[in-house]
């Protein structure tokens, strides 16, 4: 069983910051692009970061400057170092990743969600 549990939401003033993690477990041969995502209520999922696997990253443009990405490959693990946070960032954020288990296909997989609150 593949599986990624994220860790390290909560609740943080206006300009504060906050890490999360996200770490892959179980059979895994491979490990290509991760990612974050967040959902806010009433909205639709939207892409917060990407990495590859190689450490190219990308960007939804709300969170230029102020979110870095970055993930240890040997500790199969993905982070998100958010600075700067605005009430607007306040989602659940879920963690993403393409994992290509032992003898099976890639499959996309998803984290349970972590919920950042921010107050203004």
């Known amino acids: 069983q593949v599986q990624l549990v994220e860790s390290g939401g909560g609740l943080v003033q206006a300009g504060g910051s906050l890490r999360l993690s996200c770490a892959a477990s179980g059979s895994i041969f491979r490990i290509g692009c991760m990612g974050w995502y967040r959902q806010a209520p009433g909205k639709q999922r939207d892409l917060v970061a990407t990495i590859a696997a190689v450490g190219n990253t990308n960007y939804a443009d709300s969170v230029k400057g102020r979110f870095t990405i970055a993930r240890d490959n040997a500790k199969r693990t993905v982070y998100l170092q958010m600075n700067s946070l605005e009430p607007e960032d306040t989602a659940v954020y879920y963690c993403?990743?393409?994992?290509?288990?032992?003898?099976?296909?890639?499959?996309?997989?998803w984290g349970q969600g972590t919920q950042v609150t921010v107050s203004s």
């Open positions: 993403n990743a393409l994992i290509q288990p032992f003898g099976a296909l890639d499959r996309d997989v």
